[in-house]
C-alpha cells in the first residue's frame, strides 16, 4: 500500500474558500430577497386587478339598477365631470330647479 503523504492547506486557501463561502451565502440570501419582493409585487397586482374589476362590475350594476328605476338624474350625474366651468355649473342648477320631471311618480312626463 502507498500512503501519500499530502501538504496541509496553506492559510491563503483557507481565506480564499471562506470568502467563497461568504460571497456565495450572501448572493443567496440577495436572490431569497428578491424572489420575495418578485412575489410580494406580483400578489399587489393581482389584488389591484381584482379590486378594479370588482369596482367596474360594482359600478355597472348600480347603473342598471339607476337606469331601470328611471332615475336619469342620478345617471346624469354620474356622467357630469367632477371640474366643470362656471357656465355649466349655473347650466346645471337651473335644469335641476326648472325640471318638474319625478321618475318615481307614475304617469309624470316632466316640464322645463
Given at each position: 500500500?502507498?500512503?501519500?503523504?499530502?501538504?496541509?492547506?496553506?492559510?491563503?486557501?483557507?481565506?480564499?474558500?471562506?470568502?467563497?463561502?461568504?460571497?456565495?451565502?450572501?448572493?443567496?440570501?440577495?436572490?431569497?430577497?428578491?424572489?420575495?419582493?418578485?412575489?410580494?409585487?406580483?400578489?399587489?397586482?393581482?389584488?389591484?386587478?381584482?379590486?378594479?374589476?370588482?369596482?367596474?362590475?360594482?359600478?355597472?350594476?348600480?347603473?342598471?339598477e339607476s337606469f331601470k328605476r328611471g332615475d336619469l338624474y342620478v345617471e346624469a350625474s354620474i356622467q357630469v365631470p367632477p371640474r366643470i366651468s362656471k357656465e355649466d355649473e349655473l347650466l346645471w342648477q337651473q335644469l335641476a330647479t326648472q325640471a318638474t320631471y319625478n321618475p318615481r311618480k307614475p304617469g309624470c312626463r316632466g316640464s322645463l
Amino acid at each position: 500500500m502507498k500512503s501519500e503523504i499530502q501538504d496541509p492547506p496553506s492559510a491563503e486557501s483557507d481565506d480564499t474558500a471562506e470568502t467563497a463561502a461568504n460571497e456565495a451565502e450572501a448572493l443567496i440570501k440577495d436572490l431569497a430577497e428578491q424572489k420575495d419582493l418578485h412575489l410580494r409585487l406580483a400578489a399587489d397586482f393581482d389584488n389591484f386587478k381584482r379590486r378594479s374589476r370588482q369596482e367596474s362590475e360594482a359600478r355597472a350594476v348600480a347603473q342598471k339598477e339607476s337606469f331601470k328605476r328611471g332615475d336619469l338624474y342620478v345617471e346624469a350625474s354620474i356622467q357630469v365631470p367632477p371640474r366643470i366651468s362656471k357656465e355649466d355649473e349655473l347650466l346645471w342648477q337651473q335644469l335641476a330647479t326648472q325640471a318638474t320631471y319625478n321618475p318615481r311618480k307614475p304617469g309624470c312626463r316632466g316640464s322645463l
